[in-house]
């Protein structure tokens, strides 16, 4: 109590000898804190909008996956539903999904081809071990050596 009295006499000697210097003072302290409080505004509006995309992305790929036990009607309904937008923005959504997992399964798929054709195996025989004809082997194969693939 003491010191707030102490401060009060020291800040009404300080108003009354320079006030135009402490108007000046307070009014930059209200634009700082003007500027703070929109910095503020702006930090939580886009933490807000990157947690709602991640909801989003999460949502997405909840559905994505599902499609591999339920039908793609059933997946592209539910989300639709579920980010309240049209039946073919949710299809579209999904199928870049499906696309983007098929693309690393094919490439994972490739992969294992050329490492079964190091290994020596015939065209026949990892055609056998990925389910593929043995003229999708050769191709894969010689995309691969020429730089395509």
């Not at 989300?79 to 999904?94: D, K």
């Not at 098929?102 to 990892?126: D, F």
Request: glycine fraction near 2%; hydrophobic fraction near 40%.
């Amino acid at each position: 109590m003491r010191r707030s009295a102490l401060w009060n006499t020291r800040l009404e000697s300080e108003l009354r000898q320079h006030p135009e210097h402490l108007r000046a003072l307070a009014e930059t302290l209200q634009n700082e804190a003007i500027q703070l409080a929109q910095a503020a505004e702006y930090i939580e509006a886009a933490r807000a909008a990157r947690d709602q995309q991640r909801e989003r992305e999460s949502k997405i790929n909840y559905w994505a996956s599902e499609s591999e036990c339920r039908t793609d009607e059933f997946c592209i309904a539910g989300l639709s539903q579920e980010l309240s937008v049209s039946h073919r923005e949710a299809e579209m959504l999904l199928i870049r999904q499906w696309s983007i997992r098929g693309h690393a399964a094919k490439a994972r798929r490739n992969r294992e081809i050329m490492r079964l054709a190091r290994l020596g195996w015939t065209n026949v025989e990892i055609s056998a071990a990925v389910h593929l004809h043995p003229k999708s082997i050769s191709r894969i194969v010689q995309a691969t050596l020429r730089g395509n693939r």
